[in-house]
């Protein structure tokens, strides 16, 4: 909801398209690429998988059946689904400028670290677990699932960083041939931008 938030004022005030890479993009502009690619796409990816994978195996770990008459099913998916393909349509309609990897992946594995802690913090002091499964672990278990949730999150970063670039290179190849042909003389120079803030749609639009 964060990210989101951050990327609709992006679109209401910072509508401008690019011409000479991250040098010019806005606060904001830099805000919600560092966003996407550290938080909203991790979390978003990893909501997703661990709760159905752990769902399918025993669904007391996340979800017991008492919750049902709370949760009907359809808002179960928008908990727990829609995170992951809004996160996706998002990667593929907006290009995002993604951090160094240091950076990234360390934001990224400190915030699974921080969250998990809270849990557990809660579970210390109102005896509420949140997750099912880390009640069921005994403590060297929990320290190894902490782990590796941390881990998997710097992966999913660099899952991010690559489909990211993958979604985008075919554009930015168009612009380099562009480029190439424009110097070789081969035809009349075109207006060129960079990365758009906004959607391919618009890129095509300006140039």
Known sequence: MIYFSVALLNELFDSHVRTS??????KIQKIRDYLFGTLAFPVGVFVTISFWSLYSVDRNF????????FYPVWANHMLHTTCM???LIEMNTSFHAYPSRTK??????????VYLGWVLFIAFKANVWVYGV?????PIGRVIFMGGCSVIFGILFLVGEYLNDKSWSKL?????????STANGNTIPEPTHSYNTRSRKKVAKAD
């Open 21 to 26: 890479g991250m040098e010019s993009a806005s």
């Open 62 to 69: 996340v979800f017991p059946k008492k919750l049902d008459e």
């Open 85 to 87: 393909v809004s996160q």
């Open 104 to 113: 990234g992946i360390l934001t990224s594995m400190s915030f699974a670290l």
């Open 134 to 138: 880390l009640q069921k672990l005994p």
């Open 172 to 180: 930015q190849t168009e612009k380099l041939l562009q480029s190439e």
